[in-house]
């Protein structure tokens, strides 16, 4: 038996097409497990966002103790979402968010004012990247295709998480209570891969000590790039180009009381790779020589040692996040912008 060459180009078509389908559908299989290991982590994410606030609402209602129903209320409801079951959660959640809206910050201490502001503002951020994680499994997972072919195995389908979102501001009902701050902070990294941070106190707080990285707030018709090479000049004396800096890569908002301010901080972080030298202070502000004890070039269990005696290190996952700036230092595409804490 013989097969003409038509017959033959056929088959070979054939037999090309199932290939091709099958990896096709080996690489989408793939993906949706990575979509939906995505989606599992970032609800962990947001389940420990969420705890923290049932945990920083508790003291709250430790502190409102001279309004008893509402303490009452107010630690029940974040005891009954830290319990509920995930079909219920978004209906306990959010009771909880209305509670907390109507309190007067006028009552708290402005520490627990901040850290109110920051349990917050952390929920609407894992919230946000939960819910984009799950938009994007959804969106792949439910293409026919893929239900045809079954790619998604028995997972069950992610589903999105939908509680009122509130600015800081709003958490504690006074819009002028925190003072928005946009910052552009560097990474400097040497040739050792060391990071320099500086050692400091709150002025209104002399006695606890943290580190923290170059930078500081945009002015008015600055850049982000501007302010953090300005920013690396005034605090370091090192002169760069502000379009050799790499990113911005990192994100993080945080709300804090600093030298007696409630401070909403939007935070951006760039790398900057250069040879070992000196700081030098002399573009310090009056604010930062009162502020500012020290610095630093640090390794990676150099920054978890420093953690570990009890002083706080910023950005609080600096350790962990070594890696990935040496990765974005040796990449010559800008990395996309993350959110971390």
């Keep these: 038996?013989?097969?003409?060459?038509?017959?033959?180009?056929?088959?070979?078509?054939?037999?090309?097409?199932?290939?091709?389908?099958?990896?096709?559908?080996?690489?989408?299989?793939?993906?949706l497990d990575?979509?939906?290991?995505?989606?599992?982590?970032?609800?962990?994410?947001?389940?420990?966002?969420?705890?923290?606030?049932?945990?920083?609402?508790?003291?709250?209602?430790?502190?409102?103790?001279?309004?008893l129903d509402d303490s009452r209320r107010l630690a029940a409801l974040a005891d009954t979402a830290e319990r509920a079951d995930r079909a219920d959660r978004e209906m306990a959640e959010n009771a909880v968010s209305m509670a907390l809206a109507a309190l007067d910050p006028a009552h708290l201490p402005p520490q627990l004012v901040a850290e109110l502001a920051d349990a917050e503002a952390r929920v609407l951020i894992a919230r946000r990247f939960h819910n984009d994680a799950v938009r994007d499994t959804l969106a792949l997972r439910t293409t026919p295709v893929v239900r045809l072919l079954h790619l998604g195995g028995t997972a069950p389908l992610p589903t999105y998480f939908e509680i009122a979102e509130r600015s800081a501001s709003a958490t504690f009902g006074h819009g002028d209570r925190a003072l928005p701050r946009t910052s552009s902070r560097v990474v400097l990294v040497d040739e050792q891969g060391r990071i320099l941070l500086l050692?400091?106190?709150?002025?209104?707080?002399?006695?606890?000590?943290?580190?923290?990285?170059?930078?500081?707030?945009?002015?008015?018709?600055?850049?982000l790039r501007v302010t953090a090479a300005r920013e690396v000049r005034e605090e370091t004396g090192l002169e760069l180009d502000h379009s050799e800096l790499k990113g911005p890569m990192w994100r993080r908002v945080a709300t804090f009381v600093f030298n007696g301010t409630l401070i909403k901080s939007e935070e951006l972080f760039f790398a900057y790779r250069t040879q070992t030298f000196e700081p030098e202070h002399a573009g310090f502000t009056d604010l930062e020589r009162r502020m500012v004890v020290g610095h630093r070039w640090c390794t990676e269990s150099d920054i978890r040692s420093l953690a570990a005696t009890g002083e706080t290190v910023y950005p609080q996952e600096l350790a962990e996040l070594i890696d990935e700036v040496n990765i974005v230092l040796a990449r010559r595409v800008e990395p996309e912008v993350r959110a971390i804490r």
């Design 1 to 31: 038996m013989t097969f003409s060459a038509l017959t033959i180009l056929v088959l070979g078509l054939v037999a090309m097409s199932i290939v091709v389908i099958g990896l096709w559908a080996y690489s989408t299989a793939n993906r």
């Design 199 to 223: 050692r400091g106190h709150d002025p209104a707080v002399p006695n606890i000590y943290f580190w923290f990285t170059i930078g500081g707030a945009v002015e008015s018709g600055e850049t």
């Design 34 to 67: 990575r979509l939906h290991v995505r989606s599992d982590l970032a609800w962990q994410s947001l389940d420990s966002a969420l705890a923290r606030r049932a945990v920083v609402a508790r003291a709250v209602s430790a502190a409102t103790r001279d309004r």
